[in-house]
């Protein structure tokens, strides 16, 4: 019976993705994953500090990437300014696990100061 090939129901098509879309992909869903643990650090601190932890650890996984050697000069730059950014997210959330671990017990309101203050940096 019929599927088609290629396994996946879709008629065989392979949607096929450069190395360079692929990682500047999850460059990009590291800044979903930041976004959504900073939004629900209050209601799931494990949840951030999980989050933190996982972007710390792709973080360094991708500065060992050696750009400059495999890549055009458009991607190494949109490469380097993406990581910039997901640094800023780094410590934007590492400030929030910091904030409830050490501050949200002796004050309720520190987590939303914390962030309030990190949406003044970032339009800076």
Not at 59 to 66: F, I, N, R, S, T
Not at 76 to 92: N, P, Q
Request: glycine content about 14%; proline content about 2%.
């Amino acid at each position: 019976g019929g599927g088609g090939g290629g396994g996946g129901g879709g008629g065989g098509r392979l949607l096929h993705v450069t190395l360079g879309d692929y990682v500047l992909g999850v460059l990009d869903l590291t800044g979903e994953v930041m976004r959504y643990a900073t939004q629900n650090a209050n209601a799931a601190p494990a949840v951030a500090e999980r989050a933190c932890a996982f972007l710390r650890g792709v973080y360094e996984q991708l500065v060992a990437l050696p750009v400059a050697d495999k890549c055009d000069r458009r991607f190494a730059k949109e490469f380097d300014a993406k990581l910039r950014v997901m640094l800023t997210s780094c410590k934007k959330l590492e400030r929030v696990v910091f904030t409830l671990r050490v501050r949200g017990a002796e004050h309720p309101f520190a987590l939303q100061h914390a962030l309030s203050h990190d949406a003044d940096d970032d339009d800076a």
